[in-house]
């Protein structure tokens, strides 16, 4: 007998014969008119009943893989065999929007470096897992997952209520629980926002430098995506497109450089998306982790006339792989944003949902957020000591007061560019980010963009130290 079937020792037997015969015939080792074993000859090497081998030969005979001769036998269908190797999908002449492949041409993920100095990661190991694994338990056993039914695309009801409190307290974001919108993270709230909002060719302003992650997304949508100046009071309200649909900011915090925006900006930005009937959409990065001064308020308690919409995230204060954000909205836009939720993925994560805000009402996310901004202060100082120091001769803090990382620009006589120094970085075992990164264009000053958010604090001295190597042959 020429094919052959090996079973394993678990799962339904019937599938296991059928998949591999069905393999055998999309892959060519059974041809277009082969004949297939006889049944009982199958299953007597198989070692399983000829039942067994009966019932997956009628499926492949009813999903048109093979035909059926009276008398003769079952034999490979002609028009089911494909040129394509076992198990993978056909390949297809259908292109996407010419759009996927530019967005495509962002950087590559390199390999994990030995010390990590890039932006947008936490500390894993601050993360409280003994009390996050008890209340997900919790919720397993008696939650919302009990019901087996589909849940309100804004979010766990618990959850919408416990962020509104903390962002009244710790923010003073006005807010309620109804207008809180529930998302996986902040990125997807920025794309149901330019879903409600944007129409192919709308200009939206981002910053520049600013959030690359923003910028890709906002153009997947169609729009004209319009990189705006940012100075030492943040983003430079003069230089905005007057067509702009949305205006993407980060002012708490901006990112990457890390100066806040000044309050006498706040209102001009605000005076002039009233003037001009724009969408301001307000991402408050890493603003829960300061150690210096108060924050400012936010653009959303300023605005009087709806045009603000504010977006955080717990991929920082907790794990990304949690996938979890919020987005509050004026009241005209909630309906239509719920909508939007529900017509990409319905909701997310409801279990998940209603840990976290048992989390959060327990007080264990204020007090994991003193917690790890002692922690993440301790490794600022070091790195300010740096800078201070030995990588003072070559480079210039931007001043900030919060956040996971400092931006800093290349001295005039530093006597090489950010893009040597990473990559002599990445042979020396440290991964590092230069300013260019996060720029649409080339920037006007060069820096580096350096990290403290995963490196254990016992570990940054030599990271440091090797950097500072990095910047002599």
């Known amino acids: 007998m020429s094919f052959q079937v090996h079973l394993t020792g678990s799962g339904d037997l019937v599938v296991q014969v059928y998949r591999q015969l069905r393999e055998a015939i999309l892959d060519g080792r059974l041809r277009p008119g082969e004949r297939l074993p006889p049944t009982r000859e199958l299953a007597r090497s198989a070692a399983v009943s000829r039942n067994t081998v009966s019932t997956a030969y ?18 490979v269908d002609g028009s089911a065999a494909l040129d394509r190797p076992a198990g993978a999908a056909p390949g297809g002449s259908l292109q996407p929007r010419g759009i996927w492949p530019e ?26 897992l003994p009390s996050w694994r008890r209340l997900v338990n919790r919720e397993l056993r008696t939650g919302t ?12 009801p618990a959850l919408r209520a416990a962020v509104a409190r903390w962002l009244g307290i710790s923010r003073s974001v006005r807010t309620g629980p109804g207008d809180v919108l529930v998302t996986d993270g902040a990125q997807q709230a920025l794309d149901l926002i330019a879903r409600v909002l944007v ?13 690359p992650p923003a910028r890709r997304l906002f153009r997947s949508h169609g729009a004209t995506v319009v990189g705006v100046p940012v100075d030492d009071e943040g983003l430079v309200v003069d230089a905005l497109p007057p067509r702009a649909r949305i205006v993407y900011t980060t002012p708490s915090h901006q990112f990457p450089l890390g100066v806040p925006m000044s309050h006498a900006r706040r209102r001009e930005l605000l005076s002039w ?46 794990l990304p792989a949690l996938r979890l954000g919020f987005l509050v909205a004026p009241a005209t836009l909630l309906p239509a944003l719920r909508l939007a939720r529900q017509v990409a993925d319905w909701h997310g994560d409801i279990g ?9 009402e327990e007080g264990l996310f204020g007090r994991h957020l003193r917690t790890a901004t002692k922690v993440y202060g301790a490794r600022r100082a070091l790195l300010l000591a740096a800078l201070d120091g030995d990588l003072g001769r070559r480079l210039v ?15 005039p006589d530093a006597g090489v560019d950010a893009a040597t120094v990473v990559a002599r970085a990445e042979r020396a075992g440290v991964g590092v980010q230069s300013l260019a990164d996060f720029c649409a264009a080339p920037p006007e000053r060069d820096g580096l963009v350096i990290g403290y958010g995963s490196i254990p604090t016992d570990r940054l001295p030599e990271a440091l130290r090797r950097l500072a190597r990095c910047f002599t042959p």
């Open 352 to 360: 998940t949902q209603a840990a976290l805000a048992a989390f959060i």
């Open 397 to 411: 803090p931007v001043p900030s007061v919060a956040g996971l990382h400092l931006t800093a620009h290349l001295r």
């Open 145 to 156: 997952l009990a019901a087996g039914s589909y849940a309100d695309p804004a979010g766990h």
């Open 199 to 211: 129409e192919p060719g709308d200009v939206v302003a981002v910053e520049e430098p600013g959030y």
């Open 103 to 128: 967005l495509a041409s962002a950087p590559p993920q390199r390999p994990e470096p030995r010390y990590d100095l890039r932006v947008g990661t936490p500390d894993p190991a601050l993360f409280p």
């Open 58 to 75: 009628e499926r492949l005979l009813a999903e048109g893989f093979v035909t059926a001769r009276v008398g003769s036998g079952t034999f």
């Open 273 to 318: 998306a009233e003037r001009h009937g724009s969408a301001v959409v307000e991402d408050d990065y890493d603003s829960e982790f300061r150690f210096e001064k108060r924050p400012l308020e936010p653009l959303q308690s300023l605005d009087r006339g709806g045009h603000v919409s504010y977006v955080g995230s717990f991929s920082k204060t907790m």
